[in-house]
């Protein structure tokens, strides 16, 4: 996983988690009130649901949306340093997260330590319970691997026989339930998003509501020990240092709102069913939500493997340019080669993946008479040139590459294919922004492949003035649909003399039903 990508992941499941925490946080106090404290303990599925969520495959589009546009690179690179700098940000980025995921998960260890050595010496007693040197935060149920509780000492001096059977059943029922993984869930959460405020303040209301949760279960087994669990509640000293992972009376815990449930009743069984369809419903509704808000993949019907993107190149060799064309499968290698004057062979072999936030990377080596002159890596927007300059170690030749790659678009059961290639001059048009034409139903019905040559005039803002059919086959089939497309296209306008003025190309557009072929050709005046 590259850095943009780690970013983009990081920021999307940011962004689920912390609605769902928004949701949970508005809705725990009127759950609670009405169903009890293990619904809105329930609640907070609706986070790791939602994180989940975004991290499945998002849903697939049969058509496929518009071209993607966005601000090329710089055009140009010193030889020897390549690309890589212009894209440095999401690198150095991800290393503050790193950084910052690191400092985290010291202060918890720190924490989980400090709490662990201010027991003093563990003894197990022939109960299986532990015994601990010292009073402070117990008792307490921890331990991931080997969970255990942990009693304070002077246990039964302190609590009577009643106080004891409950604050262990408290104990035991957090060991039944798994709240100590849940907790190590939290924990990591908290060193992956350090930057979230929001998931520091669900981490310590979601710990209030398993404290409060666990309190109704205890009461709900033990109905008659109400004012026994409050005084066993009391005895209980409170912890100087947090444990991560663990369960145990903090320094923040809410005691007096622990008390005060202690006067409402237990939550029936027709309660407890609807405290979990609730939950049940809450979790997936939020879930579908944050899988459906991902921006949708194209997934051409009838075609499978890799999306086909056309590579333009304008290759620039000691003052020599070459332009021509490139159509290959995303990840699927593709070079070319060119000789100087000076006799030195040039080779280049790039690769093509789309990336998550819609950007391509082209990454690739350069070589020089065999010998690896860079490694370039470029994120560019489909349809944006990036370039690069490189030359030998002697100075005597150097290689320009400027490349432009675009998704071939496929359109309902059918492929839509617009190429237009460069312009061979700076005082011709250059394609902007071209979302595809749609793909007539009459003619995906009968399966009709067709042509349409399009003449466009286009002013000097950039925008069509006048759309022409210059040519059709069948005729009149797909002239609506192309034209209709084409007033909605945008342009690069000529240039002369330093000023935009207008001018006029020929767009060739083809319908083909899951075909590989493409059609390129244009022509400006």
Known sequence: ???????????????????????????????????????????????????????????????????????????????????????????????????????????????????????????????????????????????????????????????????????????????????????????????????????????????EDQELSCDERVIARMAGARRSYGDAMLKTGLAQSVLPVGCHWQNHHPLKERIAMLKRPVPGRQQWAASLLLAAGLSLGVGYAAWAAQPASAA???????????????????????????????????????????GVQWAAEFSLEPMADGLLKLQGTLKADGTLVSSPTLLVAPDKMAGLEVSTADGRSTWKLQLRSAPQVAVANAATRIMVEPAAADGEPQVDRMPPPRYPATAVDNRIEGKVMLRIEVGADGRPTDVKVTQSQPQGVFDAAAVESAWKWTFVPARRNGQAVAASLQVPVQFAMDEETTYSESSGS
Not at 18 to 28: G, Q
Not at 70 to 90: D, K
Not at 136 to 161: C, D, H, K, N
Not at 311 to 339: C, N
Request: glycine content about 8%.
């Open 300 to 342: 051409p019907a009838g075609q499978t493997g890799a999306q086909v993107y056309a590579t333009f190149i304008e290759a620039t060799l000691d003052g020599t340019t070459q332009r021509f064309e490139l159509r290959q499968p995303s990840g699927k290698p593709f070079s070319f080669s060119a000789s100087s004057d000076a």
């Open 1 to 207: 996983m590259t850095s943009t990508e780690l970013l983009t992941v990081l920021l999307e499941t940011s962004v689920a988690s912390s609605v769902a925490i928004v949701l949970v946080l508005l809705l725990r106090g009127p759950v609670r009130a009405r169903l009890g404290a293990s619904a809105a303990y329930l609640l907070w599925l609706m986070v790791p649901s939602a994180l989940l969520a975004v991290l499945l495959p998002g849903p697939q589009l049969v058509a496929v949306p518009m071209l993607a546009v966005g601000t090329p690179l710089p055009a140009l690179a010193p030889a020897g340093v390549g690309v890589n700098l212009v894209i440095a940000w999401p690198q150095w980025v991800a290393c503050g997260w790193f950084a910052g995921v690191l400092l985290m998960a010291l202060r918890l260890f720190g924490q989980q330590r400090r709490f662990r050595k201010a027991l003093g010496v563990l003894q197990q007693r022939s109960d299986g319970l532990w015994q601990a040197g010292s009073s402070t935060g117990l008792p307490a149920a921890m331990g991931l691997l080997r969970p255990m509780i942990v009693l304070p000492a002077g246990f039964e001096q302190r609590y009577s026989p009643l106080e004891q059977q409950l604050v262990l059943l408290h104990e035991r029922i957090h060991l039944q339930r798994g709240d100590i993984a849940i907790n190590a869930v939290l924990a990591l959460l908290q060193c992956l998003y350090w930057f979230n405020p929001l998931l520091l303040l669900a981490q310590r209301r979601c710990r």
